[in-house]
């Protein structure tokens, strides 16, 4: 069992799960941490996580502690001995397995889509894009999520319209109940030690802060966050989902990716759920979409264009992007920037490693595309410094729809803006030094400068986007293009 393998659903015999006396090996594999220098949280999460597990397991699993993968299973059983595991979740862990002498990979767990299906339904296309929307509404109907027979209930696939409200106005926060906190447990406090000495020893290096645990590392834990979340988050989540403000960081989002991605949650489980509060009359269906929506439709496309795509999609830079991240950014460092949107979102990842999707894409990701960072380097920072980022998640996310480093393979457009989108979805622009609206001199905003450079940058690519074209064309009325292009010349200098 690999440490994102670790609910009931990778040991449930009747899901093609082992045998239900067969012994259980996990590997707690210290070069994990030796190659990514990751957010002390997470690194905290995912230990805990696989400890509190082995604890539930008892004498049905051995844990192994050693420095690889490799010596741990010829620790354990010797490399000729015959396992079973289920399909990892890494092209490289895939490469592992495949490579011992006598293994059997049974299919993946932790998805409403197999391989099979999603091959079947991507060949069937006769396109070399893929497109969200459309597997979303597939899945819908195959697994007759929020269905009236075959039409989509409320007559309307997609309700993203009414879940893309700006924050209320003066509003410092939602005024919803708080989400599910953890205990921590003994456990915890042997994980903290641990990594403790292995920093201090040199062995290893982290980013980031860690605090008190906020995510869930076990299955009981993990179903009670879900529970707060549909019970008394869901219903506020669809309309703000988009939204961000400074004191309220958690917004009404489930904080339960973290979850899904150990294994401790299955994704059928969730929307079912959320379906269920729907037809009970307890939330509103644009909240329950947009959570269905999440898991069903963004998490399994993503997942299943990580390996649909190969190994070779992580390495696509189309736009030619080349700059390296400054060290403030890695560093998690609120204090290398003035833009307030850009500190106050690092603060939160520095402290937490979470945010939500609207500041990982429209603040995060959106300037590392205006800046022309290379988009391997950005995307291994998102795996990195999030405690829901695993190989699966940041490659499409980064490469594809944040970066758009694949030139449109999954998603029609790059997702960046100037700092007006920012400051109408926020509370972040008002106490900050730059002003939105301006785009040259000392008070112009980075993100509205930036997004004009980069359009001017690509404009041979972009002007023959449907979505992009006319936003292009805006570059035409700008007196001051000129001006702009060398301040940005200089501010990248």
Same mark, same amino acid.
């Given at each position: 069992? #690999?440490? *994102?393998? @670790?609910?009931?659903?990778? &040991?449930? $015999? =009747? /899901? !093609?799960?082992?045998?239900?006396?067969?012994?259980?090996?996990?590997?707690?594999?210290?070069?994990?941490?030796?190659?990514?220098?990751?957010?002390?949280?997470?690194?905290?999460?995912?230990?805990?996580?696989?400890?509190?597990?082995?604890?539930?397991?008892?004498?049905?699993?051995?844990?192994?502690?050693?420095?690889?993968?490799?010596?741990?299973?010829?620790?354990?059983?010797?490399?000729?001995?015959?396992?079973?595991?289920?399909?990892?979740?890494?092209?490289?862990?895939?490469? #592992?397995? *495949?490579? @011992?002498?006598?293994?059997? &990979?049974? $299919? =993946? /767990? !932790?998805?409403?889509?197999?391989?099979?299906?999603?091959?079947?339904?991507?060949?069937?296309?006769?396109?070399?894009?893929?497109?969200?929307?459309?597997?979303?509404?597939?899945?819908?109907?195959?697994?007759?999520?929020?269905?009236?027979?075959?039409?989509?209930?409320?007559?309307?696939?997609?309700?993203?319209?009414?879940?893309?409200?700006?924050?209320?106005?003066?509003?410092?926060?939602?005024?919803?109940?708080?989400?599910?906190?953890?205990?921590?447990?003994?456990?915890?406090?042997?994980?903290?030690?641990?990594?403790?000495?292995?920093?201090?020893?040199?062995?290893?290096?982290?980013?980031?802060?860690?605090?008190?645990?906020?995510?869930?590392?076990?299955?009981?834990?993990?179903?009670?966050?879900?529970?707060?979340?549909?019970?008394?988050?869901?219903?506020?989540?669809?309309?703000?989902?988009?939204?961000?403000?400074?004191?309220?960081?958690?917004?009404?989002?489930?904080?339960?990716?973290?979850?899904?991605?150990?294994?401790?949650?299955?994704?059928?489980?969730?929307?079912?759920?959320?379906?269920?509060?729907?037809?009970?009359?307890?939330?509103?269906?644009?909240?329950?979409?947009?959570?269905?929506?999440?898991?069903?439709?963004?998490?399994?496309?993503?997942?299943?264009?990580?390996?649909?795509?190969?190994?070779?999609?992580?390495?696509?830079?189309?736009?030619?992007?080349?700059?390296?991240?400054?060290?403030?950014?890695?560093?998690?460092?609120?204090?290398?920037?003035?833009?307030?949107?850009?500190?106050?979102?690092?603060?939160?990842?520095?402290?937490?490693?979470?945010?939500?999707?609207?500041?990982?894409?429209?603040?995060?990701?959106?300037?590392?595309?205006?800046?022309?960072?290379?988009?391997?380097?950005?995307?291994?920072?998102?795996?990195?410094?999030?405690?829901?980022?695993?190989?699966?998640?940041?490659?499409?996310?980064?490469?594809?729809?944040?970066?758009?480093?694949?030139?449109?393979?999954?998603?029609?457009?790059?997702?960046?803006?100037?700092?007006?989108?920012?400051?109408?979805?926020?509370?972040?622009?008002?106490?900050?030094?730059?002003?939105?609206?301006?785009?040259?001199?000392?008070?112009?905003?980075?993100?509205?400068?930036?997004?004009?450079?980069?359009?001017?940058?690509?404009?041979?690519?972009?002007?023959?986007?449907?979505?992009?074209?006319?936003?292009?064309?805006?570059?035409?009325?700008?007196?001051?293009?000129?001006?702009?292009?060398?301040?940005?010349?200089?501010?990248?200098?």
């Amino acid at each position: 069992m #690999f440490g *994102d393998q @670790l609910g009931p659903h990778f &040991v449930d $015999p =009747a /899901r !093609g799960g082992p045998h239900r006396d067969a012994p259980l090996l996990m590997i707690e594999a210290r070069s994990v941490f030796r190659r990514r220098r990751f957010h002390r949280a997470k690194a905290h999460l995912i230990l805990s996580a696989m400890r509190h597990r082995a604890a539930e397991l008892g004498d049905r699993v051995r844990y192994v502690k050693a420095d690889t993968y490799r010596e741990g299973l010829r620790q354990a059983v010797g490399e000729d001995t015959p396992v079973t595991v289920h399909h990892p979740t890494s092209h490289a862990a895939r490469a #592992f397995v *495949d490579a @011992l002498p006598s293994v059997r &990979v049974l $299919p =993946a /767990r !932790g998805f409403l889509v197999t391989h099979d299906e999603f091959k079947t339904w991507a060949d069937g296309r006769g396109t070399k894009s893929l497109r969200q929307e459309d597997f979303y509404r597939w899945v819908r109907q195959t697994h007759d999520l929020l269905m009236e027979g075959d039409r989509p209930v409320g007559g309307k696939w997609n309700l993203d319209h009414d879940n893309r409200e700006p924050p209320p106005k003066d509003a410092t926060d939602l005024g919803v109940p708080a989400p599910y906190h953890p205990r921590e447990s003994d456990i915890d406090a042997e994980v903290r030690a641990d990594l403790d000495r292995w920093a201090r020893d040199g062995d290893v290096e982290f980013v980031g802060e860690d605090g008190p645990r906020q995510f869930p590392a076990t299955r009981r834990e993990a179903l009670a966050a879900l529970k707060r979340f549909v019970e008394h988050r869901l219903a506020t989540f669809g309309a703000y989902e988009d939204a961000v403000l400074a004191k309220d960081k958690t917004m009404s989002h489930s904080l339960l990716s973290s979850s899904l991605n150990l294994g401790l949650l299955d994704p059928a489980e969730c929307v079912e759920r959320a379906e269920a509060r729907w037809r009970s009359g307890d939330v509103p269906l644009n909240s329950a979409e947009g959570f269905v929506r999440q898991i069903a439709g963004w998490r399994e496309f993503v997942w299943h264009v990580y390996w649909y795509f190969g190994t070779e999609y992580r390495t696509s830079n189309t736009l030619r992007h080349r700059a390296q991240l400054p060290d403030w950014f890695t560093e998690l460092s609120p204090d290398g920037t003035d833009a307030n949107c850009l500190t106050h979102v690092l603060e939160q990842v520095r402290g937490t490693g979470w945010t939500h999707h609207i500041p990982r894409l429209m603040i995060l990701g959106s300037f590392a595309l205006q800046r022309g960072w290379e988009p391997g380097a950005v995307t291994d920072w998102f795996h990195r410094s999030f405690v829901d980022g695993y190989d699966w998640v940041m490659v499409p996310n980064v490469v594809g729809m944040s970066q758009y480093a694949d030139g449109g393979r999954m998603t029609t457009k790059p997702y960046t803006s100037g700092g007006a989108y920012i400051d109408r979805m926020s509370d972040l622009c008002k106490p900050c030094r730059y002003k939105p609206s301006v785009r040259v001199g000392e008070d112009a905003c980075p993100f509205t400068a930036g997004y004009w450079n980069l359009l001017h940058r690509h404009r041979d690519r972009f002007e023959h986007n449907a979505r992009m074209s006319q936003a292009v064309r805006g570059l035409d009325r700008l007196r001051d293009l000129d001006e702009l292009l060398e301040q940005e010349r200089a501010r990248r200098d």
